[in-house]
């Protein structure tokens, strides 16, 4: 491994049907991008989802993902190959504080944006601290990692995608028979790219799969009449080029209170993906904590300094690596650069807008469930050992309570299920192994 700040990407050899391809290699151009455009589109769900939940400008949420990324791509000195998208962890807190009741902007999305910033903030201070503490010895990860171990890591990662299966679930099955057999379909042709496809097909099969499936839907609606037809005209009327809507933070006391401890759950997100993404790939991230740690705070201080949504870790992004194992870094950065440019295009938000319900729910069916399955495959790889009781309980709970939304409400305050799993995966770990070592 090169001792520069950042790695001097070799060209890899893309023949073999499905090599790996190395944080430090890289494709071919062309390759690159077409890859690039394949994470935007994993992550454009969930980064567009989140901030219509809490009233956020969408636009303003992609162009965010992007700086975001960069920023992360930045500390980490492009050794991790990561895409930073909104993070679902702020929602329950933002709506608790700014009294959001859904439909339209968010009028008090000010005092959220502070208190973003602040929890952007307590993240950093954690980062640096692993940072400094690894520079100096090699042991800044350890505490975060006896608090959480791979079964902790694994049970929290998939409870991100097990979390949000109602919604794809809910997305799939549409309002009518018509959308469901779509929603279908559209996972038929996703895994049947994956699986009857070889070389840049295949690895671009959610892209494709994307693709594919609005083509049938358009042959199915828009030519024989059997659903709701895609309307353009949006499309034609939006401009190419427009400014998003930035917002400036407001800062208030309680309202930080509130949502600097989601630092936490994202502390947690983003060890389990290094995590999987050392289990993919083979190589050891460790070193690397620290410095993802602070990348991740400050692109969420810089997202929630113009009206963006706190970002994370994207596990989508996971599920599409782990399916096409290409895991170069510069593959982020022309993500990144995509989504820059589509954050001030009025023209693609609206075509966006244009993709039909049901084929975005087949999509979310795929995309989430690998997110689950990326959590199990840490546990593999590390060899959690399921016959010792302990590391039963906290996966069995931690999955029960992020899969069924468990909530905590004190006072204004609400935990939504991921923030409940995550707290009580480590709570209960650590009560447990102190009672079994005393």
């Not at 791979?150 to 809910?170: D, E, R, S």
């Not at 087949?362 to 399955?373: D, E, K, P």
Request: proline residues 4%; charged residues 10%.
């Amino acid at each position: 491994m090169s001792d520069s700040y950042f790695p001097r990407w070799r060209l890899a050899d893309d023949t073999v049907p499905g090599a790996l391809i190395a944080p430090d290699e890289r494709l071919s151009w062309p390759k690159n991008i077409a890859m690039g455009a394949q994470h935007v589109v994993a992550m454009f769900g969930s980064t567009v989802l989140a901030p219509l939940l809490m009233g956020f400008d969408p636009n303003v949420a992609i162009l965010m993902s992007g700086i975001g990324t960069l920023i992360f791509f930045l500390f980490v000195g492009g050794r991790v190959p990561s895409y930073l998208g909104s993070s679902f962890a702020f929602i329950g807190g933002v709506i608790a504080v700014t009294g959001y009741a859904g439909g339209g902007p968010n009028p008090n999305i000010g005092v959220a944006l502070g208190a973003i910033i602040a929890c952007g903030l307590a993240y950093t201070l954690i980062g640096l601290i692993v940072w400094v503490a690894n520079a100096r010895g090699g042991a800044g990860a350890s505490w975060v990692e006896a608090l959480m171990p791979p079964v902790v890591t694994g049970a929290v990662v998939a409870v991100i995608g097990l979390n949000l299966a109602p919604i794809a679930a809910k997305g799939a099955m549409g309002n009518s028979g018509f959308d469901t057999a779509m929603s279908i379909i559209t996972i038929v042709c996703v895994g049947g790219i994956a699986v009857f496809t070889r070389g840049m097909v295949q690895r671009l099969l959610i892209l494709v799969g994307l693709i594919l499936s609005c083509l049938i839907y358009a042959v199915l609606a828009n030519g024989l009449g059997l659903g709701k037809a895609i309307d353009f005209s949006g499309v034609a009327a939006a401009a190419w080029l427009g400014l998003p809507h930035f917002a400036a933070p407001v800062f208030k006391a309680e309202a930080m209170g509130l949502i600097v401890p989601v630092a936490i759950i994202l502390v947690a997100e983003n060890l389990g993906h290094l995590k999987a993404v050392s289990a993919m790939t083979g190589r050891d991230m460790d070193r690397y904590l620290g410095r993802a740690f602070v990348g991740d705070g400050v692109a969420t201080m810089v997202s929630g300094a113009v009206g963006g949504t706190g970002v994370t870790t994207y596990a989508e992004n996971i599920g599409v690596m782990a399916v096409t194992r290409i895991y170069s870094t510069l593959v982020f950065v022309l993500a990144a650069v995509i989504a820059i440019v589509l954050g001030f295009s009025p023209k693609f938000g609206a075509l966006i807008q244009t993709i039909p319900g049901p084929v975005l729910g087949g999509m979310s069916v795929v995309v989430f469930g690998l997110i689950a399955i990326a959590g199990a495959r840490i546990w593999v790889v590390n060899q959690v050992d399921f016959s010792d009781n302990r590391n039963l309980i906290v996966a069995a709970v931690t999955l029960v309570l992020g899969a069924g939304d468990f909530t905590v409400k004190l006072g204004n305050f609400t935990l939504g299920g991921i923030g409940t799993a995550t707290f009580g995966a480590i709570i209960l770990y650590a009560l447990l192994d102190r009672a079994r070592r005393a």
